[in-house]
C-alpha cells in the first residue's frame, strides 16, 4: 500500500513538473543575415525579435547572427534545412526554381505598396517552398537599392566591353553577359578585397550592404539604374514553424509584417544618407539614367529572360507574377 501510494505521489510531482516546464518552455529561433550590425537592416531583425518576444509573451526568442557567421550566402536552403539556423536569406537556388529566377526579375516597380506587393510575391512562391520544407516569412526588398559601382566613369551600363562585374544571381548575370560584360560571383564579405586588388572592375550589390562594407572608398562611382523587382526572402524551417503553436505561428508572421512595414521608410532614408555621404564628403559619385535608357535596358534583358521564367515556374504562376509586377509597375 505504501509502495503504491509512494509511486502514485511520484508520478504525481513528475506530470506537474512536466506542465509546469511546458507552459514555461521557449523556443529559440537562430536566424542568420548576411548584414553587419552598422546596417539598418540590422535593426530590423531586432525590431523584429522584439515584436515576437511581446507577441508571444516570450514563449518564442528570436537570436540574431549578422556578418554571415552561421553561414555563406550561397548556403541558406542547407542551412535551414541542417538546423545550423531557423530562419535565414534565401539566394537563388535551384531547389527553388521559380523563386531564382523571379527574386530578381527586370522590371521598374513603385515601392509605394512595398509591403503588399512583397506579401503578393510571397504568397505566390509559398507552395514551392514548402516542397522543400521552408516558410516564406521576412521579405528583404532589394527594389529601392540593388544598384552598380565602378572604379571610374563609364558612359554606358549597356556596354560593358569585357569588364568583369560582380553579380549576386542569374539574372544579374545574364544583364552582365548581354551589356557585354563578363559576370563574376563574389560573397559580400569578400566584395572589398577582390574590387581592391582588381579581381573584378565593377560590382552589382546593394546600397545598404555596399555602404556597410565600406566599398565606397574602392568603387566610388555609382549607377543609379532600377532596373529590378527584387525581393530577396527569409526563409523559416516548416518543421520548426508547424511545430509552434498557432498562436505562435500568427505572432510570428505578424511581426514580420510590422516589421516591413516600419522598415521601409528608415532604410530608404538610410540608404539615400549613404550615398550623400560618400558623394559629399567620401570623393563618391551617383548618376542616375534616363527614363528611356532605363526601359531599353529592362527590355534588352527581359525578352530573354522571360523564357527562363516559364520554364522554371509553369506558365500560370509566371503570368502571375509578372501581373503582380506589372499592377506596381510607376
Partial sequence: MKTTLKTTCAMTALGLALTSGAANAQTTLRLSTYVNEADIRYQGFQYFAERVAEKTGGSVNVEIFPSSTLHGWSEGVDSVQGGVSDISWINADNRLPCYAVTSLYPAEVSLENQVAMDAAYAELIREEAANVNLVPLI???????????FEEPIDDIGNLDG??????????SAMIETWGGEPVFVAPKEVFQSAERGVVDGINMGVATYSSWKLWTVMPYMVNANLFYGNIQYMMNKEKF????????????????????????????WVDQQVGNAVMQGGGAAVSIADDQRASLIASVKGKWDPTV?????ADLAGDIRDLLASNAP
Fill in 310 to 314: 516559364d520554364a522554371a515556374c509553369g
Fill in 163 to 172: 569588364k568583369l562585374v560582380r553579380s549576386i544571381g542569374p539574372l544579374v
Fill in 139 to 149: 521579405n528583404s526588398n532589394y527594389s529601392y537599392d540593388q544598384e552598380w559601382w
Fill in 242 to 269: 508547424d511545430a509552434l503553436t498557432a498562436g505562435e505561428q500568427a505572432a510570428l508572421t505578424a511581426a514580420a509584417t510590422e516589421t516591413e512595414t516600419w522598415l521601409q521608410p528608415l532604410y530608404e532614408a
